[in-house]
């Protein structure tokens, strides 16, 4: 495959072996190239202005301006363009600050490289990928950026899909295992759902989903 139809990918992380890392891996890859590295968010956005790459790939802890503050700059210059936290903290907070700074994914450092490779591919060419290592607990890019709420309540897609396992009479451990998530992420996102439908138990949750086509 020619380096013209590989997905050009920027890198932005405050480690030099892990930059370093992902580069050799790539290379081994026929369909992704690095185009540029930075250490720190303010480089990263002004190589990301030159450098036009398909995937940006960012880590939210940086010196400096931070991950998630360099990918709000970004989302507002380039609407569209395919932006990736990469992080070690599997933890809410970071990851809804990122989704609402305008990240299309949260991905976790302990990603091998096929995964991420793949990962980077879907999103690239607009692919829905169910990933352990990628997590989207929080609100969605288009509505971190544009503000429009629609008739689906708010629901992530995380959600949705927790929802249609309910309707579907999974358990809280069937649903773990399905979407590669932990019992008790799972049991965050059911707050969440249950919170933004007003929905007094799982039963009630899947008629209103249902109700307003959410689900199947």
Request: hydrophobic letters at 40%.
């Amino acid at each position: 495959m020619s380096n013209a139809r590989r997905i050009k990918v920027f890198l932005a992380d405050d480690h030099p072996l892990l930059r370093m890392g992902l580069s050799l891996a790539f290379q081994a890859k026929d369909n992704i190239t690095i185009v540029g590295e930075a250490d720190n968010g303010f480089d990263a956005i002004e190589k990301i202005k030159t450098l036009m790459p398909d995937v940006a790939l960012l880590d939210i802890d940086m010196p400096g301006l931070s991950g998630t503050a360099a990918i709000r700059v970004i989302r507002k210059i380039y609407p569209d363009m395919k932006i990736l936290a990469l992080s070690t903290y599997n933890d809410e907070n970071y990851i809804r600050e990122a989704m609402s700074a305008g990240a299309n994914g949260y991905i976790m450092k302990t990603v091998d490289i096929d995964n991420l490779v793949e990962i980077i591919t879907c999103f690239n060419e607009g692919k829905e990928i169910v990933s352990p290592y990628l997590l989207d607990l929080g609100i969605s890019p288009r509505q971190a950026t544009t503000g429009i709420v629609g008739q689906d309540f708010c629901l992530t897609k995380r959600e949705k899909q927790i929802l249609q396992c309910l309707a579907e009479g999974k358990d809280n451990k069937q649903i773990s295992a399905c979407l590669y998530l932990s019992i008790e992420t799972v049991k965050t996102h059911m707050k969440s759902i249950f919170r933004k439908l007003d929905a007094k138990s799982r039963l009630d949750a899947v008629m209103k989903a249902r109700h307003h086509n959410l689900i199947k």
